[in-house]
């Protein structure tokens, strides 16, 4: 089993005790898994009330189901995301995230994206 910032855990779990609340927002870079699939490109994954239905805890990461529209049960896809793909996760008291605040950081993961050159 691979070590696990347990700071990153923490951020996680109010991340899911928030999903409660709509005024909570989140984004996630990361690389994840499509359904199981193979590793896609790095990009943000938005964590709110209205945009993920479920959030499982893994060993080696989280599982999700990402929602486009709420009413519609057949939109929604699962992605998993390994712990060691998450680059950055911020969190915003509004949807536009205009004043976000850096939660999380890893810039060994987010220099191998080329995301993030100038820290």
């Known amino acids: 089993m691979e070590k696990v910032d347990l700071n990153l855990l923490a951020i996680?779990?109010?991340?899911?005790?928030?999903?409660s609340d709509r005024s909570k927002h989140y984004l996630v870079l990361a690389n994840y898994y499509?359904?199981?699939?193979?590793?896609?490109?790095?990009?943000p994954v938005y964590f709110n009330n209205d945009a993920i239905d479920d959030?499982?805890?893994?060993?080696?990461?989280?599982?999700?189901k990402l929602v486009f529209y709420k009413e519609?049960?057949?939109?929604?896809?699962?992605?998993?995301?390994p712990y060691n793909q998450i680059g950055k996760i911020?969190?915003?008291?509004?949807?536009?995230?205009?004043k976000?605040?850096?939660?999380?950081?890893?810039?060994?993961?987010?220099?191998?994206y080329e995301v993030f050159k100038d820290i």
Not at 12 to 19: A, H, K, R, T
Not at 34 to 43: E, I, S
Not at 90 to 98: A, H, L, M, P, R
């Open 55 to 64: 959030i499982q805890l893994t060993e080696d990461g989280m599982r999700c």
């Open 100 to 112: 976000e605040h850096t939660l999380f950081l890893n810039e060994e993961v987010m220099l191998r």
């Open 90 to 98: 911020t969190k915003c008291e509004d949807s536009e995230f205009v």
């Open 12 to 19: 996680i779990n109010q991340i899911i005790s928030d999903l």
């Open 34 to 43: 499509f359904y199981h699939d193979k590793l896609t490109n790095f990009a």
């Open 72 to 81: 519609d049960s057949d939109d929604r896809f699962t992605i998993r995301i």
